[in-house]
């Protein structure tokens, strides 16, 4: 069902806030043939993994394409794009040569590289259950960074640990496809070493503008009852606090630190290395309740039933075409909630993901999408949280990971038809985003002349 967007015009953004898109590695890049293996390779072999059965051997074809996809950046008007750097990639040779190319197309387009380095796709032959994968990761940052950093300026580290480590490491829905249930607690706490480390190695490259991209949203109880009032805040711990606390306060929520491996206050010295910005990837708030005694299936997702809390419907809000719900609000929510949790320990946030699946290419579900949450995120900006910029996912329509291509989140539609062409068309929301900056650039030209006179 088509949702009506507001007829008002969105309001102004500060000068200077960053507008972009975003995409990853393995999803849209293809060229398997010319990087090592990752655990997403192995994972998408095994059968039954990928619900249509693909690959990402070919996915978007960047690797060959990037050129036409950076026109359509320029087209768009985007501030900035964030890409991920394939590690695997890096570790080929010659693996770097491509990313030196797509910075320099960036830069020749007047779009700043926003680069991830780690977007899941771990090589093959290291395990974030094991500490040393951390200082793997440190190792390789640091080759990437004096590549790159002499035109690169905004870097992320690590790309939603807390999903790598849900659905890879505890349920199987993910590669590496283990199910380790509360087992898989070591492979958060290595991952966010692997980002303390990370940090440190940008700065010592010269680095200036660090940040990560947690995945955030709000956590609604059932009800008011203590059963789903408790389940409700564990769940929150685990998807929300246990990867902002360490980060932002130095510290794990209480319990949980005791939980993690190796000597834990050293490494949390590392890991609250301080930040830049903060990364914010958005979808939905989350509505939890007690345990129902059995299995749940959610989102794509199967929530089995030993764990403390189920997953359940949010009632009477639209959902997109992969059944997640539509609930901007929920964005000025989190925001509001970060502020007041962290207090100056937050630093200018960034939306470095927000957006949704819907089919076809006169998407106004996606526009309408959009819409609400960009007008959400000024609500936050009117309530004093200081946020810097907003970044759509995605660019592509892409491989979406263990929903194979039956997703798309794209701006720009690609015909996975036929893997000869992957014919890209800018869809209906392609064009109301790119109206939407060139309206607030003419603004912010205008307010500037008034200032001047």
């Known amino acids: 069902m088509i949702r009506r967007m507001a007829t008002n015009p969105i309001p102004q953004f500060p000068a200077g806030f960053l507008w972009g898109v975003s995409t990853s590695a393995h999803q849209i890049e293809g060229a398997a043939d010319q990087r090592e293996q990752s655990v997403w390779d192995t994972f998408t072999a095994e059968p039954g993994r990928v619900k249509d059965g693909s690959t990402a051997a070919v996915a978007c074809d960047h690797f060959h394409r990037y050129p036409e996809d950076v026109a359509l950046l320029a087209g768009l008007g985007v501030d900035a794009y964030r890409f991920s750097v394939s590690w695997p990639r890096v570790n080929s040779p010659g693996g770097l040569d491509f990313y030196d190319r797509l910075v320099d197309e960036l830069c020749a387009a007047g779009v700043r590289p926003v680069p991830t380095l780690f977007h899941w796709d771990l090589p093959v032959d290291l395990d974030w259950l094991e500490r040393d994968t951390a200082s793997r990761f440190a190792e390789y940052v640091s080759v990437v960074a004096e590549r790159l950093g002499d035109r690169v300026n905004k870097w992320i580290t690590l790309n939603e640990p807390a999903e790598h480590t849900l659905f890879g490491h505890a349920l199987g829905a993910h590669a590496p496809g283990k199910q380790l249930m509360f087992d898989a607690l070591p492979a958060a706490h290595h991952q966010l070493l692997g980002h303390g480390l990370a940090v440190r190695a940008l700065r010592a490259a010269g680095a200036t503008d660090i940040g990560i991209a947690n995945s955030h949203g709000p956590t609604w109880p059932a009800s008011q009852e203590p059963a789903d009032l408790e389940a409700a805040g564990f769940y929150d711990l685990l998807l929300n606090r246990l990867f902002a606390d360490p980060?932002?306060?130095?510290?794990?929520?209480?319990?949980?630190?005791?939980?993690?491996?190796?000597?834990?206050?050293?490494?949390?010295?590392?890991?609250?290395?301080?930040?830049?910005?903060?990364?914010?990837?958005?979808?939905?708030?989350?509505?939890?309740?007690?345990?129902?005694?059995?299995?749940?299936?959610?989102?794509?997702?199967?929530?089995?039933?030993?764990?403390?809390?189920?997953?359940?419907?949010?009632?009477?809000?639209?959902?997109?075409?992969?059944?997640?719900?539509?609930?901007?609000?929920?964005?000025?929510?989190?925001?509001?909630?970060?502020?007041?949790?962290?207090?100056?320990?937050?630093?200018?946030?960034?939306?470095?993901?927000?957006?949704?699946?819907?089919?076809?290419?006169?998407?106004?579900?996606?526009?309408?999408?959009?819409?609400?949450?960009?007008?959400?995120?000024?609500?936050?900006?009117?309530?004093?949280?200081?946020?810097?910029?907003?970044?759509?996912?995605?660019?592509?329509?892409?491989?979406?990971?263990?929903?194979?291509y039956a997703r798309r989140f794209g701006l720009v539609h690609v015909d996975f038809a036929d893997p000869t062409t992957l014919t890209r068309t800018p869809k209906a929301s392609y064009g109301w985003f790119r109206d939407l900056l060139r309206a607030q650039q003419e603004k912010q030209g205008q307010a500037g002349r008034v200032t001047q006179e």
């Open 247 to 404: 980060i932002l306060l130095g510290q794990y929520p209480d319990g949980l630190g005791e939980l993690m491996p190796g000597d834990v206050q050293a490494d949390l010295k590392v890991i609250g290395e301080p930040l830049d910005f903060y990364g914010v990837n958005y979808y939905a708030p989350t509505k939890v309740g007690a345990p129902q005694g059995a299995d749940i299936e959610f989102g794509g997702m199967t929530i089995p039933a030993e764990l403390p809390f189920s997953v359940q419907e949010i009632e009477d809000v639209p959902v997109t075409d992969f059944g997640w719900p539509v609930v901007p609000e929920g964005l000025t929510e989190l925001l509001g909630t970060f502020r007041d949790r962290y207090g100056d320990r937050l630093p200018p946030v960034v939306i470095t993901e927000n957006g949704c699946s819907y089919e076809g290419l006169d998407d106004q579900d996606r526009i309408a999408y959009l819409d609400g949450h960009v007008r959400a995120l000024h609500r936050a900006l009117e309530a004093g949280v200081d946020v810097r910029g907003y970044f759509v996912w995605s660019l592509l329509d892409n491989f979406e990971w263990a929903e194979g």
